[in-house]
C-alpha cells in the first residue's frame, strides 16, 4: 500500500496558476512595442510570439521530458499537414536537416545511393549549409549560375552541367521564391537524379499549386528565428520515401538501427532477436549501428514552441506576402535603378524578404543604398554567402563550376534584401519606402 498523498489536484491547480503568470507576464514583457519612425528599428526578420508560445513551453519545462518526446510527436504530425510531407522527422537545425538528407541520399538502405566522387548540381548563390553536406558527404557540387529576378538557378543551364558522374541536384527555394520545378524536375527525371529541396525560407509557398518539398526525394525546413515559424534553434527533414525516412531517422539518431522513441524499448518486439554486421546473435538492437550517424534531435522544449507557431502560421505567410506586394508596388518607380523581384512562372511564393540589385548601371552603389537605409535603422542582408566559389572556406575544396557565374557576381556586389516578416506592419512599409524615396531625391 501506498502511503504517499496523491499531490495530482495541487500540481494541476499549481501549473493553471503558473500558466496565468506566464500569460501576464508575457502580455506585460514581450509585447510588441510600436513603431516610432524617429527610433524604432525596421529588422529584416525576427520571431513573432506572443503568450501562446510561452505558455507551451513552460508547459514542456514543467513536463522535464527534455529530449524528444509528445510536443516532439504532434510538432511533427502537424508538420506533415502543413507541409504536405508523408514522414516529418524533426532536428535541431535547418543546417542539421540540410545535412541529414543529403546524408540519407548515401545510405545503404537505397537501392542506388550516392558515392563518394558523385557530383551534385547546386546554385552558386545562396546559403552554405545548403551545399555544405555535398563536401560533407565526400560528394563534388558542381556549381551554376543564377537568374534574375528570381534569384534561383538558370534552370537551363543545369543540362550542361551533367557528367556521367552526375547524380542529384541540391537546391533552395530562393528567400520563399520556388526555383523552376517544372525545368529541374524534367532534367532529373531525364537523367534519374535524386533531388533535394531546401524549403528553409520556403515554408508555405507552391508550385502550380502544390507545396514546395514535395517534388524532389527530399526537402527540409529551417526554425531559427529568422524563418517562417520559430522554434529558436530547430529544422525538419520530409519526404515520401519510407527507405529515405529510415535512413534520415538513423543517421540523425546516432546512426542505430533501433528505431525506438526516446525512453521507450523493444519496438521492433525482437532487441535481443537480430543478428547484423559482425555482432554477435541477439546483441542489443539498442546499440547496433547501421549508419555513420550524428546526434541531432530537437528537443521537448523547442517543439513545444512549435506547436504553438503553427496555430499563427497561416497569418504569418498572409503578412508576408502583403508586405512584399506593398514594396513591390512602392518600390516599382525606382526600377530604371533597381531590379525589383518576382515570382518564379507557375509559383506562388511564401517570401522571406524583397531582393533587390542595384543595376550596374546605376550612378550609386549598392553599398551606398544599404548604407543610406542603415542611417535610417532599415536593416538589410546581402544574398547569404553571394556567389558561395568566392567564399573562403571554399579555397582548395574539391568543387566544379560550369560555365561562368556573372549574375552571381553580380548577386555578390549589387543584391541585397529587405524584411518582410509578419512584425512589419504598414507604418513600417511606409517608412521604408519613404527611406528609399529620400535616396533617390538626393541622387
Ligand atoms: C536556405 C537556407 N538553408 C539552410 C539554412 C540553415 O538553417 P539553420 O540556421 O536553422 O541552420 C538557412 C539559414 O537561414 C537558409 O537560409
Known amino acids: 500500500m ?10 494541476a491547480l499549481v501549473k493553471a496558476e503558473i500558466f496565468r503568470l506566464v500569460e501576464r507576464y508575457a502580455h506585460l514583457a514581450h509585447a510588441p512595442k510600436p513603431f516610432n ?37 504532434e510538432f511533427e504530425a502537424r508538420l506533415a499537414q502543413v507541409t504536405g510531407g508523408r514522414y516529418v522527422l ?20 537505397l ?31 558542381v556549381f551554376v549560375d543564377v537568374q534574375f529576378p528570381t534569384y534561383n538557378i538558370q534552370a537551363e543551364l543545369i543540362e550542361a552541367a551533367i557528367t556521367p558522374r552526375t547524380r542529384a541536384i541540391a537546391l533552395a527555394h530562393t528567400l520563399g521564391n520556388p526555383f523552376d520545378l517544372g525545368a529541374v524536375m524534367a532534367v532529373a527525371a531525364k537523367h534519374n537524379l535524386k533531388v533535394m529541396e531546401d524549403c528553409c525560407d520556403a515554408l508555405g509557398a507552391t508550385y502550380n499549386g502544390t507545396k514546395v518539398g514535395n517534388f524532389g526525394d527530399i526537402a527540409t ?21 519510407s527507405l529515405l525516412k529510415r535512413a534520415t531517422e538513423s543517421i540523425r539518431d546516432w546512426g542505430r538501427d533501433c528505431y525506438c522513441a526516446p525512453g521507450f524499448d523493444n519496438t521492433c518486439k525482437k532487441r535481443f532477436g537480430w543478428q547484423l554486421g559482425g555482432l ?15 546526434n541531432l534531435k530537437m528537443t521537448d522544449m523547442q517543439a513545444a514552441i512549435g506547436v504553438a507557431q503553427l496555430d499563427r502560421l497561416e497569418g504569418f505567410i498572409a503578412a508576408r506576402k ?25 509559383a506562388d511564393p511564401s517570401w522571406f524578404g524583397f531582393p533587390l540589385t542595384v543595376r550596374p548601371a546605376a550612378p550609386f552603389s549598392r553599398d551606398a543604398l544599404v548604407a543610406h537605409l542603415h542611417k535610417a535603422r532599415i536593416a538589410t542582408r546581402y544574398l547569404f554567402g553571394g556567389n558561395l566559389i568566392h567564399q ?34 504598414a507604418e513600417h512599409i511606409a517608412y521604408m519606402l519613404e527611406s528609399f524615396e529620400s535616396f533617390f531625391r538626393a541622387l
Open 322 to 346: 502583403h508586405n512584399f506586394a506593398a514594396l513591390q508596388q512602392g518600390l516599382a518607380r525606382f526600377a530604371e535603378h533597381l531590379i525589383l523581384p518576382e515570382a518564379t512562372p507557375n
Open 111 to 141: 537501392e542506388n545511393p550516392l558515392a563518394p566522387g558523385d557530383e551534385v548540381i547546386t546554385c552558386a548563390t545562396g546559403f552554405p549549409t545548403t551545399i555544405n553536406p555535398i563536401l560533407q558527404n565526400n560528394l563534388v557540387p
Open 37 to 73: 519612425p524617429a527610433s524604432s528599428p525596421v529588422p529584416v526578420n525576427g520571431k513573432v510570439y506572443g503568450a501562446a508560445e510561452m505558455v507551451s513551453l513552460v508547459d514542456s519545462a514543467l513536463e522535464f521530458w527534455l529530449t524528444t518526446g509528445r510536443f516532439n510527436d
Open 221 to 241: 525546413l529551417s526554425f531559427y528565428p529568422a524563418h517562417h515559424i520559430t522554434t529558436g534553434e530547430g529544422g525538419a527533414v520530409f519526404m515520401r520515401d
Open 392 to 425: 573562403p572556406y571554399m579555397a582548395g575544396r574539391n568543387f566544379r563550376v560550369s560555365g561562368a557565374t556573372p549574375n552571381a557576381d553580380l548577386v555578390m556586389t549589387n543584391s541585397f534584401w529587405v524584411g518582410v516578416y509578419p512584425a512589419l506592419g
Open 90 to 109: 524533426t532536428t535541431n537545425s535547418g543546417s542539421s536537416a540540410n545535412l541529414l538528407a543529403i546524408s540519407a541520399l548515401t545510405s545503404h538502405l
Open 280 to 294: 554477435p546473435f541477439g546483441y542489443d538492437h539498442k546499440f547496433t549501428y547501421s549508419h555513420l550517424g550524428y
Open 2 to 11: 501506498n502511503d504517499a498523498p496523491d499531490t495530482t489536484n495541487e500540481a
